[in-house]
């Protein structure tokens, strides 16, 4: 049977195609709750921009900076890919065709993606070309990347591993279910494995020599009467700290396993989202698919406390900032920050009037990056 992908562009809440779908789309029209406004809030964190740049649109896809020691690279739909350094610009190139996913780097090779399944690398020095090759589907993730490989995920959910010079070193494909959601999230090194999310609810660790599995979690079990309600898929990145790894899925559950323990489970609790989470060594923050915010135990999973002030807001995964902060974008351009300890909305700055699609990445101690759909990227440090 032919696979069926739900289109689901990542921390918008977007839909594309069936109206059947408008449960998951909080904009749809359909919906009871409208997003919340922007609410009043006492400033205990500002947001300074400590420099801007525009890369050009997303275009439907979810763009990652890629940060290298104080080197920054980002790309966009029109092919564009440049190397920042402290918001300047070194270099900026335009690849031959339309890229759908990136970036990613090891400080040596800057890779990208495109719908046709082709992966380009280029150098991280200069920009120039250095190597293609293809896979079996459109790449929508990041591609992960280190001294010794580059590995990619397609849209039919294979994961594919070059050489440097883009010679093929393994794949690895499972069956999947009829009915899945697009999964753009980027993929993780933990120890010496890989760790990513699939259809289905499950989270898998794969050897880095081989792409053999080296365990599998179940974050969720399906469940439901239809195709729809019984989407329950892992389509964040997950986050681990020390030996303790999560993962959340839509529809699901948010699960932490202990690695230690050959990926065993250690505890779940009833959360949906699309958007994902972080952790710390004490707590694990998620997004839930109403952009309620949540601080869970990582060591049992009980409650720290819930931030429920954003409400259709749309937010990204939250992102850890320094000892204090946390920091998640919205569907307006928005940037908040909160309280780590607390969940206090304590800071706010725009980026732009576009969604910011992508989680925040760490720049710094005390320091974000931030790219929005239409191309703005901006380093702010919580002060």
């Known amino acids: 049977m032919r696979r069926t992908f739900v289109s689901l562009v990542a921390a918008t809440g977007f839909l594309v195609g069936c109206s059947a779908l408008d449960f998951l789309n909080p904009f749809s029209g359909s919906g009871k709750v409208k997003m919340a406004e922007l609410p009043a809030f006492q400033e205990k964190a500002r947001p300074h921009s400590l420099w801007r740049y525009s890369i050009g649109k997303a275009d439907g896809a979810v763009f990652y900076p890629a940060i290298v020691g104080n080197?920054?690279?980002?790309?966009?739909?029109?092919?564009?890919?440049?190397?920042?350094?402290?918001?300047?610009?070194?270099?900026?190139?335009?690849?031959?065709?339309?890229?759908?996913?990136?970036?990613?780097?090891?400080?040596?090779?800057?890779?990208?993606?495109?719908?046709?399944?082709?992966?380009?690398?280029?150098?991280?020095?200069d920009g120039s070309p250095l190597w293609q090759a293809r896979t079996s589907s459109a790449i929508l993730a990041p591609p992960l990347v280190d001294a010794d490989m580059v590995v990619v995920r397609g849209g039919d959910d294979r994961i594919s591993a070059f050489d440097p010079t883009g010679r093929l070193k393994w794949f690895y494909q499972r069956p999947v279910p009829?009915?899945?959601?697009?999964?753009?999230?980027?993929?993780?090194?933990?120890?010496?494995?890989?760790?990513?999310?699939?259809?289905?609810?499950?989270?898998?660790?794969?050897?880095?020599?081989?792409?053999?599995?080296?365990?599998?979690?179940?974050?969720?079990?399906?469940?439901?009467?239809?195709?729809?309600?019984?989407?329950?898929?892992?389509?964040?990145m997950p986050a681990a700290a020390g030996n303790i790894g999560c993962a959340v899925a839509f529809q699901g559950r948010v699960t932490c396993f202990d690695f230690s323990q050959g990926g065993n489970s250690v505890w779940s609790r009833d959360i949906s989202s699309w958007a994902g989470l972080s952790v710390d060594r004490n707590s694990v923050f998620v997004t839930d698919d109403e952009s309620a915010l949540h601080a869970l135990d990582i060591a049992s999973g009980s409650s720290r406390w819930k931030m429920e002030l954003l409400l259709r807001r749309n937010l990204t995964a939250p992102q850890i900032v320094g000892n204090n902060y946390l920091a998640a974008g919205d569907v307006e351009g928005y940037t908040h920050i909160f309280e780590r300890g607390s969940g206090l909305l304590v800071g706010r700055a725009r980026i732009d009037s576009s969604p910011i699609l992508a989680m925040p990445m760490r720049l710094g101690n005390d320091q974000i990056l931030v790219q929005s759909r239409d191309g703005a990227v901006e380093a702010l440090e919580i002060r």
């Open 178 to 236: 009829n009915l899945s959601l697009r999964n753009t999230a980027p993929m993780v090194f933990a120890g010496q494995f890989i760790l990513t999310g699939f259809p289905g609810g499950k989270l898998l660790a794969l050897s880095e020599q081989n792409g053999a599995p080296i365990w599998e979690g179940t974050v969720s079990l399906p469940r439901g009467a239809t195709e729809l309600e019984r989407i329950s898929d892992v389509v964040s």
């Open 71 to 125: 080197a920054v690279f980002v790309a966009a739909a029109n092919g564009s890919i440049a190397r920042l350094e402290d918001g300047a610009e070194i270099w900026r190139i335009r690849a031959d065709k339309p890229l759908s996913a990136g970036v990613g780097s090891d400080g040596e090779q800057v890779v990208v993606g495109t719908r046709q399944g082709e992966i380009l690398a280029f150098s991280a020095r």
